[in-house]
């Protein structure tokens, strides 16, 4: 069973830094995409960033130079470092873990599902 738990959420001024990381239990790292979505109350869940099995990243233009995503396939964590963090930032952030399903030859295969993490709080105050 996969487990995602995110942490090292909360309160920050703007202009200030967070790291969140995703521990993962139960999941082999490096097979598919992995990602960071975030939500506010009454809107949609947001993509921020992915990282592939590669180590390819994406992120949305607001975040573009101030957030870093990256994967640590021997420990088993995702990681966000956030930094000139903008009121708009604030949010739940979560983690999310491609589905494998098989590897031919030397390709791995993943769904388009992912597993998700509980979430953690991002507040930034101006």
């Known amino acids: 069973q996969v487990q995602l738990v995110e942490s090292g959420g909360g309160s920050v001024q703007a202009g200030g830094s967070l790291k969140l990381s995703c521990a993962a239990a139960g999941y082999i790292f490096g097979r598919c995409r992995m990602a960071w979505y975030r939500q506010t109350p009454g809107k949609e869940r947001e993509l921020v960033s992915t990282i592939s099995s590669t180590g390819a990243t994406t992120y949305i233009d607001s975040v573009k130079g101030r957030f870093t995503i990256s994967q640590d396939n021997a420990q088993n964590t995702l990681n966000l470092k956030m930094s000139n963090l903008k009121t708009e930032d604030t949010a739940i952030y979560y983690c999310?873990?491609?589905?494998?399903?098989?590897?031919?030859?030397?390709?791995?295969?993943?769904?388009?599902?992912?597993?998700w993490g509980q979430g953690t709080q991002v507040t930034v105050s101006s």
């Open positions: 999310a873990a491609g589905q494998f399903q098989f590897t031919f030859g030397e390709t791995d295969y993943c769904s388009d599902d992912y597993y």
